[in-house]
C-alpha cells in the first residue's frame, strides 16, 4: 500500500526566507505524488505533480520539488517565501492498482509567514 | 472555466437527521471523487464515479452513507441518521477519466456540522 508522510505539522518562516516542506512516500511501485495546497476556506489547488518524467518538477507559484528514490523524499521548496503562501500543504501519492486512482493524502503541514 | 461547485458550502443539522451533499463536476469530466476532511487531518477517499457508476466505494465508513450519479455528472453525497461523528467538510472532485495521468480538480468543500 502507499502512503505518505509529512514531517512536520507546523512550519514557520520569515517573509523573503526559504521554505521547505519535508515529505516521505512509500510505495511498492514508482509512485506519482503531489503536492496540493489549501487556503483558508478555499478548496485544495494543485502546487504540482511528479509522474515518473523530470525528477525536479516545478509547479506554481514559485514551488518547486524534488523526487529522490534513494531516500523515498518529495520535499516542497521555495527560495523566498510571500505572505500569500501562508496556508496548508498536502503531500499526497495516488494509489496504484484497483478500479480506483484515488488520492492518499498526507496530514498536512501548516506554513506560517511572519513579516 | 466554471471549476467543481459544491453545495451547499455549510450545513448544520441534529443528530439523526438526513442531509444530502451536491458537487457539480467540471464538465465534461467522466471521474468523480468524494472525500471526508476532519479537522487537523488530510482528506480521506470515499468514494470514486467512472460515468453513472460507482467504480470504488471502499472508503464508504458505513451503510448510512450512499452515493448516487444518476445522470454521469452531477453527485449527491448522501448520510442517513448522522452522527456527531461525522461532523467534517466533505470535498468533491473531478477529472477527465480518471486515468493514472489525471489530474483532480477540488471543489471548495461543504463543512457539514452535527448537533
Known amino acids: 500500500a502507499q502512503s505518505v508522510t509529512q514531517l512536520d505539522s507546523h512550519v514557520s518562516v520569515s517573509e523573503g526566507t526559504p521554505v521547505l516542506l519535508r515529505c516521505n512516500y512509500s510505495?511498492?511501485?514508482?509512485?506519482?505524488l503531489f503536492w496540493y495546497v489549501q487556503h483558508p476556506n478555499k478548496g485544495l489547488q494543485l502546487l504540482l505533480k511528479y509522474t515518473s518524467a523530470a525528477t525536479l518538477v516545478k509547479g506554481i507559484n514559485g514551488f518547486e520539488a524534488e523526487f529522490k528514490k534513494s531516500e523515498t523524499s518529495f520535499h516542497l521548496t521555495k527560495p523566498s517565501a510571500h505572505m500569500s503562501d501562508a496556508a496548508e500543504y498536502f503531500c499526497v501519492v495516488r494509489n496504484y492498482g484497483g478500479a480506483t486512482n484515488k488520492l492518499i493524502f498526507g496530514t498536512g503541514t501548516l506554513l506560517a509567514v511572519q513579516p | 472555466g466554471a471549476g467543481v461547485s459544491q453545495t451547499p458550502s455549510n450545513k448544520v443539522t441534529e443528530k439523526g437527521k438526513y442531509v444530502e451533499l451536491r458537487c457539480d463536476p467540471i464538465?465534461?469530466?467522466?471521474?468523480l471523487y468524494w472525500y471526508r476532511q476532519s479537522l487537523g487531518q488530510g482528506p480521506e477517499f470515499l468514494i470514486y464515479?467512472?460515468?453513472?457508476?460507482?467504480?470504488?466505494d471502499s472508503g464508504l465508513p458505513n451503510d448510512r452513507f450512499f452515493a448516487v450519479r444518476p445522470e454521469g455528472s452531477v453527485s449527491t453525497l448522501k448520510i442517513q441518521r448522522t452522527e456527531r461523528g461525522d461532523s467534517a467538510v466533505y470535498l468533491c472532485?473531478?477529472?477527465?477519466?480518471?486515468?493514472?495521468?489525471?489530474?483532480?480538480?477540488f471543489g471548495p468543500g461543504t463543512r457539514l456540522t452535527v448537533l
Open positions: 510505495s511498492s511501485y514508482s509512485p506519482s
Open positions: 464538465s465534461g469530466h467522466t471521474a
Open positions: 464515479f467512472q460515468g453513472t457508476g460507482a467504480a470504488d
Open positions: 472532485a473531478s477529472s477527465s477519466f480518471g486515468g493514472d495521468t489525471d489530474t483532480q480538480y
